[in-house]
Structure formats: C-alpha cells, structure tokens
C-alpha cells in the first residue's frame, strides 16, 4: 500500500513515543554522541524531549534544536530584571474564572492542561501557577465564555492543548461548539512539531467536524525542526480543514540570525504554514542565555523584511503588560543605543 502524505499515525503512536521521550539530560548526550559538563543533571524544571525531536539534531553541542531542550547550570543562576511573572498574567484580573485568561478583546485563553509533550528551556510558563489554575476542570471557563457573547474566539493553550487524550479532547471541542458565539477555536501547540505522531485518526474526525473553524499555530523556532515527519502531520491537519499558522521566539544561540528566520519562513511555506509572530522573549527567570534586545531583534528583522515576501513575513512582537494586543517591537523606538 502506498501511504499518501496525510495518512494519519496509529492510534497510540504518541502514547508510545512519548514514554520513551527522553527525561535525563545523560541520555539525550549519549544518544548524540556528546558530553556536557554544562548541562544541569538535575533541573527544577524537568526534561523532556521525545526521540522524534531529538533525530533531528546534529551531533554538536550547539546545534539549535538540542539548545531549546538541553537543561543548563545558568538556568539557576539568577540575572537581574528576569522574574517569574514578567507579564504579571495572574495579578492583573485577567483570569475570569479558573484556566480562563482575556486579555484581549474578544479573544479567551483557556489552559486546557499543564503538561507538554517537551520541555522548551525558554519557556514563559515554566513558573505559572498551574495548580491555582485548576486545568482540566473547564466547567466554570466554559459557563464564563457562554455568557459572554463578545468572546467569538477561544485559544486553547498550556501547557499544551493536544496533550489532552482523543476523548477529552473531543469533549472539549464538543463544549465549545454548543456555544453559538464561538465562531473559532484557536490551538496553539507545539505538539506537530514535537510530537508528529499525535496526528491519529481520532484527533483528525474531531477537528474536521468542528462547527466552529479550526486554526492550529504552530510552534517551531528554527527550519531543522521541519522534517518528513512534520510535514505528513501537518497535512493531516490541513486535510482536516485547519488553517495553519506558525509562532516563533526569537532565542539567542538558536535563530537570532536572518538567514536562520528566513529559511524557517521558507520551509513553513513547504510545509503548508504561514509565518505569524516571531517573538521577543520575556525577561523570564532562568531564560536569561536566550535573552534577544530589542536593537539586535530589529535589526535582524529589517533583514528578513528586504528578503521575504510580505505573506512570509511573521509579526515581529513583544509582550507589555497592560497593552490591548501584542506590541509590534519594529516600531518600538531603542531608548538607549546597546553595545
Ligand atoms: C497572545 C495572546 C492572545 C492572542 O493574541 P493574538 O494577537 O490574537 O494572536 C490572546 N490571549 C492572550 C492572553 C495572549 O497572551
Ligand atoms: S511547548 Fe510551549 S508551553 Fe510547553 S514548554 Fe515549550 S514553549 Fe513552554
């Protein structure tokens, strides 16, 4: 039998994959053929990285993909104006009701559970105040975003949302649906990335008899993350009826560099995804090695601007709390020139 490119992975696939993801930092050197007496045998946020991710590396300390996973010492040490909760999400108000953040007018985030299919160094929730957050109990979220009818879009995020079984997942779809003034559900996952096998046949009948449109925003960060394996899921998903778009962090060591984001721009494209938002990073404890500065991401950008057509162009964005939308950070004028 000839497998067409969207044929979808067996049932359980992820199931598998994921209980042989590696959760030591040992292991994954010496599946590449590495040591690093940097790395952080031990760290407060844990591992993890599935076998599928880590075939992609090159055998070199800082290839880009092994960088976003690998735990360093430096993530401990503590850098000044780095804190847990740059964006001060949880004193604001935004959290209408547990796992339910709004920001933004319209738009709803519900944290549809904690956990992800692999641990992004970089990553702005490491320190979220999940247990607060009750997610998986999506009761009273749901009853928030029925009563009010301005919100016609609801992101699932995490955590990351297609982490959630076939059943609940389905569950929650169905919930969404049945409310009328939700006209589009938003997944942001880095899960077709990381874990391509996740794309089973289940998920697929789920997502393509939505009532509501489906968008699913990727999460990948640098072009070797795009694979044949990536790109069989992502037509799943496309075959699915879902628009597909692409988020990036802008990471120091790992694609803060024009050709880097403008092949990514490039190999998305092939892969039937547009670029959307590349990221600055937060000042988020432990992170600090990733940290970009604002002149060095413009720069690059303007680069990537002379070089790429305007639809493969992603938003370049910053983060400030209070603000009614993401910040576009090439318009953000640099205060003081930084050497
Ligand atoms: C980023 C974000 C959104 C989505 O913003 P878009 O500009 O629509 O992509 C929505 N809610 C929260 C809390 C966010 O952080
Ligand atoms: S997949 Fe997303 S939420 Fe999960 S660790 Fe990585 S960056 Fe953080």
Known sequence: MILSIDTPWQPNAWNDELQKAFRHPEE?????????????????????????????????????LLQQVLPQRTEQEDAPGFVKDPLNEHANGFNKAPALIQKYHG???????????VNCRYCFRRHF????????????ALLHIKSDPSISEVILSGGDPLLLSDRPFSNLIDSLNDIAHVARIRIHSRIPIVLPERANAALLETLSNSRARVI?????????????????????????GLWLFNQAVLLRGVNDNHQVQIELAHALFEQGVLPYYL???????????????????????????????GYLLPKLVREEPGAQAKTPANEIAVESPTI
């Open 279 to 309: 990221h600055l990073p937060d000042r988020v404890a432990g992170t600090h090695h990733f940290f970009v500065n604002l002149e060095a991401a413009q720069v690059i950008y303007r680069q990537m601007r002379a070089a790429l057509p």
């Open 28 to 64: 994954l050197l010496t599946f590449l053929g590495l040591t690093d007496a940097n790395a952080d045998p031990a760290p407060q946020f844990p591992m993890l990285v599935p076998r599928n991710f880590a075939k992609r590396m090159q055998p070199t300390l800082s290839d880009p």
């Open 129 to 140: 105040p999940y247990a607060e957050n009750r997610p998986g109990q999506h009761n009273q």
């Open 216 to 240: 699913l925003v990727t999460h990948a960060n640098h072009p070797a993350e795009l694979d044949t394996d990536t790109e069989r899921a992502l037509a799943c998903y496309r075959a699915a």
């Open 107 to 117: 738009r709803a985030l519900l944290l549809a559970t904690p956990a992800c299919a």
